[in-house]
């Protein structure tokens, strides 16, 4: 059988392609992700049989140690043999920037050049997405010679910290699962695990010193049931836990290791600490005994800043610093309320004797003590962006989580900061509006939106630039229990990550993403042969109204722009989508993908419910939080409802601390009876109605009149409406004052209240 033929029948590896005169394809990243910084097609094809020998030079052994065995158990076995007889070479080439490759392929050669260990192992995942998706499966059938075009690709990161977090203290995770979490990132070319190991629910790795960790702080009575917002909360009443032990984690990390990955552990001091303090009641401020929190949240009882507690906590990282040779230790720093330390004797004299400002000066002596003795031990700490709160800690890099101000500030004082804000990184996060979605925290965070992120704030000069290492995706496990759910929210979202960290932010969103959705599609088919639970919305449908003039229209988009759309209105028949449709009363949409004349993927629905306002054009004097504004402004007024049961879709709109004037001005003057806003209110998550909203309107003849409302907070989702008489308007004015500072006791102490707001309807 000729190349040429072999080419076009093998499966699952290469996506089309066009030869052109000058070597050149159109769409040449379309097989890797993530993309490479180049990549052409040359004359030629390299036919891969049973005969394929290896050869690596010393820079090589890392990825020679992944490729046999990967080869073999796909019933692929190659051997090693010397460089002149080899047909897949590994060699070092100086020139070649660190983590970077080349890999060259051509009729008689598979060659691979790197500087580095770390470039000939992305090399060799360069090249494993060029093989048969069915080189992922343990397989015992003979192998059938296939064929890889002749190319070349030259390529490197844009970040030296490509990062995936994974939580196994709110849900255990074993270590086989940790390992196959690990396995992706490695495909991906990510090299930092952060493995988050302490917390109020649970505390998961051994430390001999304090066998009570084990013992106790490893298990919790209870876990709660559905969401924490729900009312009354439930408990599933079964004893809850797990650790591992140090073989296991040298095992997780010499893994890892392997992956050319390595592994950050995260410590949580001082707060999420009330597994360990229930464990040993002396490390908190009342010395009073208290359970293993059973609920998720954020919780009073942190370390208390006494010379007892910080010889446990360098105890525990004498025990902890063997087990990780990475540079980093993780201290978390976050969510540390200071109830106790207010009230507390200890920590009010500490707060005179070190001259310091607060508690939250006492915050920052905290973290200065402990990343004084990981450098001692030659360790360097990162914290959560709450480490800038008293002064940030002389050597500390920060990881930016409430957003990027925290990575401007620290970045500005010359520290170095990884980004991995909620509003691109956290993919415990709802990933699609969909009623079906399963169970998450809140947010709203589709692939999408993860692809569009850049690790560099527009804000952020050129100099601070220079301290941003790069960026993580986040995966907290509260409401994620199982590995299957578990790869499910964690897949494609990564892959969308893993390509903003190694080929940097996108500078054509619509261009690139189309693409990488292309590549995506290519990729998910590895995934399958894996066994991996990924979400699949590549055949979903996202619908928006249009305004234009006085007029409304809906628009339809497939994911994948290549795809049919079939739609109906109100029930009737099915007709093809070509472009927006006109919507002038109360209207149901259903639509679907269609292929071949058959409906593939979920049914997207919307119903949209015109009312005066929608004519309207509308302001607001404060910008929508990134991670709550996906409908912009327009979705407070264009007759789509969001979900009643979550705040996190594309229709809610949220506001962190802000107060609110929204301004509507019509076309043309209007005569209005009632205005109908709605607010989500969930203590829970920091979601507070407002305790009033005030309506202004201007009226023909120049007359404000106003009316007023005070929020009962009692339910999740709180309608306000406002009788109007019927007066005529040429402009209204709704002011929405945020609730203010959450008391203490509740979840959030301290901090603003967030407002979440959804349609304004005018009658």
């Not at 100086?94 to 050049?113: A, F, H, K, R, T």
């Not at 306000?720 to 102490?749: D, F, H």
């Amino acid at each position: 059988m000729n190349k040429l033929l072999l080419l076009f029948i093998s499966i699952g590896f290469l996506c089309s392609f066009q030869s052109e005169s000058n070597s050149q394809i159109v769409n040449p990243q379309a097989h890797i992700i993530p993309k490479p910084d180049s990549i052409a097609l040359l004359e030629g094809s390299f036919t891969w049989d049973t005969s394929e020998t290896l050869y690596a030079d010393s820079i090589g052994l890392l990825a020679q140690e992944f490729l046999i065995p990967y080869l073999a158990k796909a019933n692929m076995e190659i051997e090693v043999s010397e460089k002149q007889n080899a047909t897949i070479q590994i060699l070092y080439k100086e020139q070649i920037p660190s983590e970077g490759y080349v890999l060259e392929i051509n009729q008689e050669l598979i060659l691979i050049q790197a500087s580095d260990a770390a470039g000939a192992f992305y090399g060799v995942q360069s090249l494993r997405q060029l093989l048969p998706v069915t080189a992922e499966r343990i397989s015992s059938l003979t192998l059938t010679p296939f064929t890889i075009p002749s190319l070349r690709i030259t390529d490197a990161p844009k970040f030296e910290y490509r990062g995936m977090h994974l939580d196994v203290a709110r849900h255990f995770f074993d270590v086989a699962a940790v390992k196959s979490y690990i396995d992706i990132l490695a495909m991906l070319k990510m090299n930092r695990f952060h493995w988050h190991l302490t917390e109020d629910q649970g505390w998961r790795i051994e430390i001999k010193k304090y066998p009570k960790l084990q013992t106790h702080a490893a298990y919790r009575d209870q876990t709660l049931v559905g969401h924490y917002s729900d009312t009354p909360q439930i408990f599933d009443g079964k004893k809850y836990g797990g650790y591992y032990t140090q073989e296991e984690i040298k095992e997780v990390v010499a893994y890892a290791a392997s992956l050319n990955i390595t592994v950050v552990p995260e410590i949580e001091m001082p707060g999420h600490a009330q597994a360990a303090i229930s464990a040993y009641p002396n490390l908190g401020c009342t010395g009073q005994p208290i359970k293993v929190a059973q609920k998720w949240g954020v919780f009073e009882d942190i370390y208390c800043p006494k010379p007892e507690t910080f010889q446990f906590l360098k105890d525990v990282l004498d025990e902890v610093i063997p087990l990780f040779p990475g540079e980093y230790i993780h201290i978390g720093g976050d969510e540390a309320p200071k109830t106790r330390w207010n009230s507390c004797d200890h920590c009010q004299k500490l707060i005179a004797q070190e001259n310091l400002e607060d508690a939250h000066g006492l915050q920052s002596y905290f973290i200065s003590q402990i990343e004084e003795y990981l450098n001692s031990k030659g360790k360097q700490i990162i914290g959560w962006d709450e480490i800038l709160e008293g002064g940030l800690a002389p050597n500390a890099t920060v990881m930016s989580w409430r957003g990027t101000a925290g990575a401007v500030q620290a970045a500005k004082e010359g520290h170095n900061v990884i980004l991995t804000p909620t509003s691109h990184a956290y993919f415990d996060y709802y990933q699609d509006t969909s009623p079906d979605e399963p169970l998450a925290i809140g947010g709203f965070l589709p692939l999408k939106k993860v692809y569009s992120f850049s690790p560099f704030p527009p804000e952020m000069d050129d100099e601070s630039k220079k301290y941003v290492l790069g960026a993580q995706g986040n995966i907290w496990t509260e409401y994620i229990p199982t590995q299957e759910k578990l790869q499910y929210m964690a897949y494609p979202r990564t892959m969308a990550m893993s390509e903003v960290v190694w080929s940097g932010p996108t500078e054509d969103l619509d261009v690139d993403y189309s693409d990488f959705l292309t590549r995506l599609d290519l990729l998910l088919k590895r995934l399958d042969v894996m066994g991996v639970n990924y979400a699949n919305h590549l055949n979903n449908l996202e619908g928006k109204v249009v305004k234009q003039n006085d007029s409304l229209f809906y628009s339809l988009r497939a994911t994948l722009d290549s795809k049919k759309i079939g739609y109906r209105l109100n029930g009737g028949p099915q007709t093809n989508y070509s472009a927006p449709f006109y919507i002038d009363s109360p209207t149901t949409i259903a639509a679907n993908v269609i292929q071949a004349d058959s409906i593939i993927g979920p049914t997207f629905t919307s119903r949209i419910v015109p009312h005066k306002g929608t004519k309207a054009q509308i302001t607001v004097d404060k910008t929508p939080h990134p991670s709550y504004s996906t409908g912009g402004i327009n979705a407070l007024n264009d007759g789509v409802n969001g979900s009643d049961n979550r705040y996190g879709d594309d229709q809610w709109l949220g506001f962190w601390g802000d107060d609110l004037e929204i301004i509507l001005r019509f076309n043309k003057p209007t005569k209005v009876d009632s205005i109908s806003m709605q607010f989500y209110h969930a203590p829970g998550q920091w979601i507070y109605s407002p305790q009033e909203v005030q309506i202004g309107g201007v009226s023909v003849d120049g007359y404000l009149s106003t009316a007023g409302f005070t929020s009962a907070k009692t339910k999740t989702l709180n309608t306000v409406t406002l009788i109007m008489n019927n007066k005529v308007y040429s402009e209204l004015r709704i002011r929405v004052p945020n609730y203010g500072v959450i008391q203490e006791g509740a979840q959030g102490a301290g901090n603003k209240a967030w407002t979440f707001i959804d349609e304004i309807i005018i009658d």
